[in-house]
């Protein structure tokens, strides 16, 4: 499907110039394409004219802007000055009390992107720049592979925005994420398989239908809208860098973003420069990106996934390699932890700070809980916990992991020793943790 360049659909002027191979640097016009054709096949991403952005954007050009990601529109590859607003974007950044005592940590911040509009995750963000820059290109039907949120987002958006809506997804998501995308009526095939299976077959369904899929053919554009994210954090500490970042690695792109979006607030002058240290969090059920890690190599070698946290279950990652050369140049790290280790940071982070996250969540507060007690994270530092979906949709996860109502007759001293019985048994459990 041949489709126009942006500054062939607009006399405005861009921001953003070209689509640049990350592998060779080959040069491509802004069309709906992911990787490199010409020459080496590697993937492609958005360049910009830093210099027409360090002349043009200000601390107070961004504060006056909308209280969405689009405050953040001259960093984003739309021209557009009415993108799709639903309200993405500028999520809490909660100052953790309770949590950094339970760690031993001075200065813990939660990104909670939980929250964020209109599904409850962080996928909000990539979606809403997709589809914006789709319409640019002229498509009227979206689609994505998704293991359940970004389903949950594409239809969503696309429902709002007016596009026909096809997604697929592996059959066995959790209930909770089919239903959050079913209620926006697009049409949901489910694919007897794993996520990266799904994707294989959506590589083919775009060639052949000529549909624009977020994370296929219009990957450099929605990849962009990650760095939100990094955007967010540096003005919500007061227009500086945090210390160290910790976030969970699925494909490895919203780990890349983040380091891409500090990195442009540092060229354009909007933040002083600082190393921040970025630390991955995989789920050893599909961690082939800290296996690579843990083993000192440039290569990421697929996996066959195998566990709880599906929504981060990405057995081949696209830009596995460019997420351990962050972490590197960083001095960061990947670590993985268990699906018992995920459900007790699914946990942990519930009880500690009122944040009920998905099994995404989970594996960040668990693997930043592993960081700290090997000594991998100073307590010092201001460390940013990103935290990506909301729980509501993985109740599975934890489900005979916690407790039950205590069920009582509507008398009080049924209560009385109803109550009782819970305080005795609060007991014991401190007497087992003490031991």
Known sequence: MSQPTALQTS????????????ECGTEYELQAKHICEDVCFGPLEVSYN????????????????????????????VLTDNPIDVGTGMTPLVKSNRLARRLGLKNLYIKNDAVNMPTLSFKDRVVSVALTRAKELGFSTVSCASTGNLANSTAAIAAYAGLDCCVFIPADLEAGKVLGTLIYNPTLMAVKGNYDQVNRLCCEVANSHGWGFVNINLRPYYSEGSKTLGFEVAEQLGWQL??????????????????????????????????????????????PIAQAFREGRDFVTPVKPNTIAKSIAIGNPADGIYALEVA???????????????????????????????????TTVAVLKKLVEAGKIDPEETTVVY?????????????????????????????????????????????????
Not at 11 to 22: D, H, N, P, S
Not at 58 to 74: D, K, V
């Open 328 to 362: 590197r140049k960083t001095n960061g790290n990947i670590e993985s932890v268990n699906d018992a280790e995920i459900i007790e940071g699914i946990k942990l982070l519930a009880e500690t700070e009122g944040i009920f996250t998905e099994t995404a969540g989970g």
């Open 11 to 22: 006399g405005k002027t861009a921001t953003f110039e070209k689509l640049k191979c990350r």
């Open 50 to 77: 830093y210099d027409a952005l360090r002349s043009s954007v200000t601390r107070e050009s961004i504060e006056a802007g909308p209280n969405s990601i689009w405050r953040y529109r001259p960093f984003l590859p």
């Open 242 to 287: 945090p210390d160290h970042i910790v976030a969970p690695l699925a494909s490895g792109s919203l780990f890349t973003k983040i380091y891409k979006g500090f990195q442009e607030f540092v060229k354009v002058g909007l933040v002083e420069d600082k190393n921040v240290r970025f630390s991955g969090a995989q789920a050893e059920g599909c961690s």
């Open 387 to 435: 935290i990506t979906g909301n729980g509501l949709k993985t109740q599975e996860a934890v489900q005979g992991y916690i407790g039950e109502p205590l069920v009582i007759e509507p008398k009080l001293d049924s209560f009385e020793q109803a109550l009782e019985r819970a305080r005795t048994l609060d007991r014991l459990e401190w007497q087992q943790v003490l031991v």
